[in-house]
């Protein structure tokens, strides 16, 4: 969806004579064009059905002539830029950091925080593509590991955790560099950072499986084991997202992408995809070691009194 978002034109007022300006703004009001901010219009129709965190990508494309160093865009904002999942809605004003403030300031449409230069990277990955300042429209942005590790001080574990799994499972990052990045630097809300950081799995298939995580953590579950292979000589084999041995209970996340999501069809039709979902699950269930297999939605993922009292019926201790 980003390349989309890129490829949207923007028409920026100032750069028009007044007659043309007043032109534009016509437009607005008849509905033929909208704004992206005060001065930043896009033909409406190219932003129809756009996700909130595309739409702040959009939002910052148009804030770019106001960011330039020392500012740079930062937090949820860098995030769309470097392609991180946001299992919320995303914020609709830009986020941009400034060496030279002392106290965040905020208005209608940015959240300008305090923090140091993000040229500030050395240590021993510096110079390493994930500690490295990108740009977007020639704006500065913050590099995807300060990136990931600002998030981590200031969003809810089941945003943060999502994001740094992602990165990890792409090989984007090491563990590494988020914990010497953590470290080299004073932060409010270092330690909930630590605990996001040390969360991070290159195992979670999913955003949505990340926020199981994230809940079985809530609830006090034990750990489970991620992505474990149940083998039958001569049978085949299925991979489940989490296997708790101990009480003999398999849980799978399901996401409608996988029924609706053509990538992860692979060519299926939605029927097939289910049916061949049943049979895997009939043959997880032949196992001996297995009592129960609990479904997750990601409607259930949102409630976790609804993940407790799933995995309490099953016999996993909770709090």
């Not at 792409?170 to 988020?178: A, Q």
């Not at 991070?200 to 084991?225: D, H, K, M, N, T």
């Amino acid at each position: 969806m980003n390349d989309r978002v890129l490829a949207i034109p923007l028409i920026r007022t100032g750069d028009h004579p007044s007659a043309e300006r007043r032109a534009l703004q016509r437009r607005v009001h008849r509905g033929s064009l909208a704004s992206i901010r005060p001065g930043v219009l896009v033909d409406p129709s190219l932003v129809q059905g756009l996700r909130s965190e595309d739409r702040l990508l959009l939002l910052v494309r148009a804030t770019v002539p106001s960011v330039g160093l020392p500012r740079a865009f930062s937090h949820s904002s860098a995030a769309t830029v470097h392609r991180l999942p946001f299992t919320a809605a995303a914020p609709d004003r830009v986020e941009v950091v400034d060496p030279r403030l002392t106290r965040p300031d905020t208005t209608a449409l940015a959240r300008v925080r305090p923090g140091h230069a993000i040229d500030d990277s050395g240590g021993r990955w510096a110079g390493t593509p994930p500690t490295v300042p990108i740009e977007i429209d020639g704006a500065p942005v913050t590099s995807l590991v300060r990136t990931l590790v600002d998030l981590s001080t200031t969003a809810p574990l089941d945003q943060a955790v999502p994001m740094i799994d992602q990165a990890l499972r792409e090989r984007r990052v090491l563990p590494e560099m988020l914990r010497d990045e953590l470290s080299s630097h004073e932060r409010k809300g270092s330690e909930k950072a630590g605990v996001a950081i040390e969360m991070g799995s290159a195992l979670s298939g999913s955003p949505a499986e990340s926020v199981c995580r994230v809940r079985f953590r809530q609830i006090g579950a034990p750990e489970p084991v991620q992505q474990y292979e149940f083998r039958r000589t001569g049978g085949g084999t299925a991979v489940v997202d989490f296997w708790f041995p101990d009480q003999g209970v398999v849980v799978e996340v399901d996401g409608r992408a996988k029924y609706e999501d053509p990538t992860m069809l692979e060519g299926r039709s939605t029927a097939e995809a289910h049916w061949q979902e049943k049979r895997r699950e009939d043959f997880v269930r032949s196992f001996p070691e297995v009592r129960f297999v609990i479904r997750l939605s990601w409607a259930d993922l949102m409630q976790p009194d609804r993940v407790r009292a799933a995995l309490r019926r099953s016999g996993v201790p909770c709090r």
